[in-house]
């Protein structure tokens, strides 16, 4: 309930004469806005300045994202600065984008980044307005709201910002949401709770499960997608193609891979009952597709030009000119996709990291077709080379230059250097969540189960972390119970990384997830299935259970299945310490 409505009521002669609605307009002013700012001391060691403050109302706009639905939404955007007090030039800017007065439904939300930056900025953001919520994000004091972590990363060669990696790391989301729920409270007069929320994927699921794992209060709620937990490894595994190209001697060509995608998927799409075109079991086809069997097949692809490629923003395919292309599939070809899905092993044949499910799209994997010399070769990724070269072996560079001498042990030593060089910043595993459990809060984990990006299975390992420390001495079925009710897992068939596959599109994606956890938190009513927007899963499945078409694909339902369960189930033989 809020302190005062959200109509302003004038009384005359003890007589209620007026009711007028506050507009936007009326509080999208400095001078508004400027007194909703939490005072300068608010929070130890931060000084806000509520001079900083601007505003400017925005009307209806528009945008798109696989998270929500689309909607003409208006809102008033106000931007506060502070500084950390101590640090020489330091500066955090935080953007609140309030609603109308009318929309308003007494919550706060916070949005995340992706790839190495800590907000996605208009995308992301209209998610909290559509539920009534200010909704805000951060630019982690790395210049201005366009600006990405690895830009202000080092300070020189061999010198970390270490500030930087902290605020990258978990501390600009904890300063971020706990000024945003204030603001939120001044804002609209609210002396009541100001429910608080969060929704992100990919790096920004990792920003939002650092939250959870460290501060029990801060949100009532999080809807959290294909989080890059367990950085040390997850940032060196976009390297593990191009190096398992390099140990097989094999750099396919981009159309060979590609076919085995789709001959993968339609060997697999049946194996869930239905053949829609998606690939709704993944572990049926890891246990029971035979990559083998589709040597000799022919593919051909015609020529293509390539796209451009951004630093710091995550890249999925090939961005490459391509010649074109018409063979058969190789012994080789196999052998790669085979080595791939099997995930790293270091070479004591001790399992390293895990890999993507069958089916999805080998984008890591991606030649480059050199036309000097008409040979296919490695392509070092992106957010691989960046992290190793940058974040690892600290120089001002973008990419590694090569990946001559790079083996299977070399990666393995990469992941461990950088799981303990980031363990308290990046690594986000912390598998103890019970004061975030206990404290009420509640949280909705989803990933796409053909994610090119994060391995679908990395999230199952994490879920799975949580369930054995903390209840280590009940029963499956009784620690499934326990974990209900406060995290639940869906994955999503055919699913990409954070959205819709475009191999798979009626996989689709759940878009009203914000509300769901919003109707677990303040309604009590907890999701036994996910509203998805695709047709080929209407619903989505909670772990451990799986989708399952019968009756030649007319009933759906939910199964429990040992095989498939074990099937994701990994042992990381080749650490002394646990990774969770
Ligand atoms: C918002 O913009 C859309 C597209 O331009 C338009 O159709 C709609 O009428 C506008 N709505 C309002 C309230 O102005
Ligand atoms: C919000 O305002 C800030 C400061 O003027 C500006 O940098 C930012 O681009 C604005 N964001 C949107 C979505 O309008
Ligand atoms: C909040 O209270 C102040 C002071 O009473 C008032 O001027 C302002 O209009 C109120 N704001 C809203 C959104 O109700
Ligand atoms: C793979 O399937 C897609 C979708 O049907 C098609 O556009 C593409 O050409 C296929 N690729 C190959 C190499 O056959
Ligand atoms: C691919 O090569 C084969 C054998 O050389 C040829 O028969 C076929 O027509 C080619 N396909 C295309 C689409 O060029
Ligand atoms: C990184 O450098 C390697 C080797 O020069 C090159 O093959 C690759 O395309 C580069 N990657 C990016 C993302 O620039
Ligand atoms: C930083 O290291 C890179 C890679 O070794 C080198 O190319 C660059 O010149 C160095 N920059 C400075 C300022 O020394
Ligand atoms: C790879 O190892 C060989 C043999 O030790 C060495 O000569 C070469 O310089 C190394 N290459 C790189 C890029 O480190
Ligand atoms: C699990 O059981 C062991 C052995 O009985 C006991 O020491 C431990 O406290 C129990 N753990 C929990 C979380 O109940
Ligand atoms: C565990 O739960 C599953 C699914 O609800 C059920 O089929 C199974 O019988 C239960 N197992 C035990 C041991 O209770
Ligand atoms: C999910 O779908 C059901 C059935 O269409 C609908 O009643 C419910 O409101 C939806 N939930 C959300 C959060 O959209
Ligand atoms: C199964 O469903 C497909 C697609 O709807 C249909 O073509 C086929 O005849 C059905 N098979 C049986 C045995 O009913
Ligand atoms: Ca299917």
């Not at 070479?347 to 799209?361: E, F, H, L, V």
Request: net charge negative; hydrophobic share 35%; charged share 15%.
């Amino acid at each position: 309930m809020l302190s005062l409505p959200r109509l302003v009521v004038s009384a005359l002669s003890g007589a209620v004469v007026a009711v007028q609605a506050l507009s936007l307009s009326d509080v999208c002013t400095t001078a508004y806005a400027s007194a909703a700012v939490p005072a300068a001391d608010f929070l130890p060691g931060i000084t806000i300045d509520a001079s900083s403050v601007i505003t400017s109302l925005v009307t209806n706009s528009t945008n798109s994202n696989d998270w929500y639905i689309s909607e003409y939404i208006s809102y008033c955007n106000v931007t506060i600065a502070y500084s950390h007090n101590g640090i020489a030039d330091d500066l955090v800017h935080v953007s609140f984008w309030v609603p109308e007065p009318d929309k308003f439904e007494n919550r706060y939300v916070t949005t995340g980044g992706s790839g190495l930056s800590i907000n996605a900025g208009a995308v992301s953001n209209p998610t909290g307005i559509i539920v009534g919520a200010v909704s805000g994000y951060t630019d982690g004091g790395f210049g201005t709201f366009d600006s990405s972590w690895d830009e202000v990363f080092l300070l020189a060669n061999d010198t970390i910002n270490w500030q930087s990696v902290y605020m990258m790391g978990y501390q600009a989301h904890w300063e971020l949401a706990t000024l945003g729920k204030e603001f939120t409270k001044n804002f609209f007069n609210v002396s009541e709770k100001v429910y608080s929320y969060y929704q992100a994927c990919s790096e920004g699921g990792r920003e939002g499960w650092s939250q959870l794992q460290r501060f029990a209060d801060l949100f009532d709620g999080a809807t959290i997608g294909a989080p890059a937990l367990r950085y040390g490894q997850q940032q060196v595994n976009h390297l593990t193609a191009a190096v398992t190209e390099q140990t097989l001697g094999y750099y396919p060509p981009t159309c060979e891979l590609e076919k085995i995608v789709n001959l993968t998927i339609a060997f697999c799409d049946p194996l869930d009952g239905k053949t829609d075109g998606v690939v709704s079991r993944s572990d049926l086809c890891k246990l029971q597709f035979d990559v083998n069997s589709i040597i000799g097949e022919t593919y051909y692809c015609a020529a293509s030009s390539g796209s451009s490629f951004t630093p710091g923003k995550r890249q999925v395919g090939g961005g490459s000119t391509t010649p074109e292309q018409n063979g058969t599939i190789t012994a080789q070809a196999a052998e790669l996709a085979q080595t791939l899905w099997d995930g790293l092993h270091d070479s004591n044949g001790k399992r390293t990291y895990i890999y993507y499910q069958p089916g999805a799209d080998f984008g890591d994997a991606d030649t480059t077709y050199n036309s000097e010399t008409g040979e296919w070769e490695a392509s070092i990724t992106g957010l691989g080379g960046q992290w190793v070269a940058q974040f690892l072996q600290l120089k001002q560079v973008d990419n590694l230059s090569t990946l001559d001498n790079v083996t299977y042990d070399t990666l393995k030593e990469w992941m461990i250097y950088g799981m303990q060089k980031y363990g308290d910043s990046l690594q986000t595993t912390a598998p103890d969540v019970s004061a975030f459990a206990n404290g009420g809060g509640k949280v909705i984990h989803v990933h796409g189960e053909q994610d090119p990006s994060i391995p679908a299975a990395s999230s199952i390992r994490y879920y799975e972390s949580v369930r054995n420390v903390m209840f280590p001495n009940a029963t499956f079925n009784a620690s499934t119970e326990s974990m209900d009710d406060f995290y639940r897992l869906f994955l999503v068939p055919g699913g990409a990384h954070c959205g819709v596959n475009t191999d798979q599109p009626d996989g689709g994606w759940p878009a009203t997830t914000l509300q769901t956890i919003i109707e677990w938190v303040e309604n009590g009513v907890a999701p036994t299935t996910l509203n998805n927007t695709g047709t080929a899963a209407p619903s989505l499945c909670k772990w451990p259970l799986r989708p399952l078409w019968s009756n030649n694909g007319t009933s759906f339902d939910c199964v429990y299945d040992q095989a498939s369960w074990d099937s994701w189930m990994y042992d990381f033989d080749a650490y002394t310490t646990p990774v969770y």
